[in-house]
C-alpha cells in the first residue's frame, strides 16, 4: 500500500505485540513518496500537503522509535535497497537474527536489477518544477537532510498566503472524497491535477 497508516497505530501495534517484537521502517524520499501520492485518487493534491504528512510520518515514528531498546528497530532507506539490495538485505538478516535461507538474497539482487522498480528513484529531479521543489523543502528540508537526502535550493521558504491556499484545498479534497464515498462514488481527486 501506497500509505498503509502504520505510523498512526504504532502505539497500539507496541500494546498488541511482546515487548521482543522488532521494527522495521523503511524511509523513501518524500519527493518521490509525493508524487506516488499524487497519482492515487486519494492522495493529496499538492506538494505542500504531501511534504507535510511525510513529516509528520517520521516524526510520529521517530518519537516512537525513542521508547524502543535500539535492537528493536531498524531503518534503511529504500532507495538503498535498489541500489545495493544485497548489502541491505545482509544487514536486515543480521537485524532480524535470522540467517536468509540459501539464495534468497541472490534472488533478491535479480528480482531487483531485472524488475521495473530498479529505478524507482529520483523520479522528482525530473518531474518536480522549480515552484515545486521549494515548496516541499521549505516544509521538509529538514527531514531530508536528516535522511540524507539532497536538497536543490538553499533557504527555501514558504510565501506567507501559500499554506492558507493549500491547507484549503487539502481539505476540500477530503470533504469531496468523505462525500463521495458517503454516496458510495468512486473517490477522486477533485481538482483533476497536482498542484
Given amino acids: 500500500s501506497k500509505d498503509p497508516g502504520f505510523y498512526r497505530e504504532l502505539e497500539t501495534l507496541a500494546t498488541l505485540y ?3 517484537a522488532k ?10 513518496v509525493a508524487l506516488s501520492m499524487m497519482e492515487q485518487p486519494w492522495g493529496q493534491t499538492s506538494w505542500y500537503a504531501n511534504a507535510r504528512l511525510w513529516v509528520e510520518t517520521y516524526r510520529r515514528i521517530t518519537t516512537f522509535r525513542e521508547t524502543l531498546d535500539p535492537r528493536r528497530y531498524w531503518e534503511f532507506r529504500y532507495e538503498d535497497l535498489l541500489r545495493d539490495p544485497e548489502t541491505v538485505a545482509t544487514e536486515l538478516s543480521v537485524f532480524l537474527e535470522r540467517p536468509l535461507e540459501p539464495g534468497r538474497i541472490e534472488r533478491l539482487v535479480e528480482d531487483i536489477s531485472d524488475g521495473p522498480w530498479r529505478r524507482n528513484y529520483d523520479k522528482w529531479k525530473t518531474r518536480m518544477s522549480d515552484k515545486d ?5 521549505a516544509v521538509a528540508g529538514g527531514w531530508l537532510d536528516r535522511f540524507g537526502y539532497e536538497r536543490t535550493l538553499e533557504g527555501a521558504r514558504v510565501r506567507a498566503w501559500e499554506p492558507i491556499v493549500y491547507e484549503t484545498q487539502e481539505l476540500v479534497r477530503r470533504a469531496v472524497r468523505k462525500t463521495r464515498l458517503a454516496l458510495g462514488e468512486p473517490s477522486a481527486n477533485p481538482t483533476g491535477k497536482r498542484r
Fill in 18 to 20: 511482546p515487548a521482543e
Fill in 133 to 137: 521543489r521549494r515548496i516541499y523543502e
Fill in 23 to 32: 521494527y522495521l521502517c523503511v524511509v523513501r524520499d518524500g519527493r518521490d
